[in-house]
């Protein structure tokens, strides 16, 4: 299509951009509102403010992914541009289920590491310094534990934006109805500051965090 794609996660945040780059409200009401449109037509819908280009939505089932935003380039935009744009909705929900699974699996992992070296048991625990190992996670180097308040529903996207904050070689997980982080910052406030950031952005509120050094 010769045009500029922007990527949109599920907040309408561009993927992978300074989180205060961000559009003024104005802005980000309207393309929500396409972006609403779009999902529930499955079409592409014109950008807000007489902008050339369009939006459509990116969704699996009931599921809602994002967004794609298409900057009209060189290519004027008719049906046939409409309907690959469509298509390319699809394929982007495809990647990002398959994505998610992955991702999912991994932290599944971390998280069980992350509750055997909290549970106190031996036969929990003993094999833990190798098994974090073949994740990437060196034990002896967690200094610092960030613990989070995080209601219920809000524990997995929390566990996955604690988990960018303090990859690759922390690890995150749920443990006694709280988020808790184990990371390598010598620290403890500055792992507190980045990983509350990162969950807090995520979640769109407040979020209590407290954090204590590993002895």
């Given at each position: 299509?010769?045009c ?7 907040g ?17 009401d309207?393309?929500r509102a396409?972006?609403e449109e ?9 950008l807000?403010a007489?902008?050339?280009g369009v939006v459509?939505?990116?969704?699996a089932?009931?599921?809602?992914l994002?967004?794609?935003?298409l900057e009209q380039g ?13 298509r ?6 495809l990647l990002?289920?398959?994505q998610d ?5 991994e932290?599944?992992v971390?998280g069980?590491?992350?509750a055997?070296?909290?549970s106190g048991?031996p ?26 308040s995080v209601p219920?529903?809000?524990r ?8 960018r904050a303090?990859a690759?070689?922390?690890l ?5 109805d709280?988020?808790v ?5 010598q620290?403890?406030a ?5 990983v ?6 995520e979640?769109g509120r ?9 002895d």
């Amino acid at each position: 299509l010769r045009c500029r794609v922007a990527i949109l996660d599920e907040g309408l945040r561009v993927a992978g951009a300074d989180p205060s780059t961000a559009a003024p409200a104005g802005q980000r009401d309207a393309l929500r509102a396409a972006v609403e449109e779009s999902r529930r037509s499955g079409r592409c819908v014109p950008l807000p403010a007489g902008q050339p280009g369009v939006v459509v939505a990116v969704v699996a089932g009931q599921t809602f992914l994002g967004a794609l935003v298409l900057e009209q380039g060189e290519v004027e935009f008719g049906p046939v541009e409409h309907r690959t744009a469509e298509r390319a909705a699809q394929i982007t929900a495809l990647l990002s289920l398959k994505q998610d699974a992955l991702v999912e699996a991994e932290q599944r992992v971390r998280g069980d590491l992350l509750a055997d070296m909290l549970s106190g048991d031996p036969q929990r625990t003993s094999r833990v310094v190798q098994r974090a190992r073949a994740r990437g996670v060196r034990v002896h180097e967690l200094r610092a534990v960030v613990v989070l308040s995080v209601p219920a529903d809000g524990r997995r996207p929390a566990i996955r934006a604690a988990g960018r904050a303090v990859a690759p070689g922390g690890l995150v997980g749920e443990h006694a109805d709280h988020v808790v982080v184990l990371g390598a910052q010598q620290d403890p406030a500055s792992a507190a500051v980045s990983v509350h950031s990162a969950v807090r952005r995520e979640l769109g509120r407040p979020v209590l965090a407290v954090a204590a050094p590993l002895d």
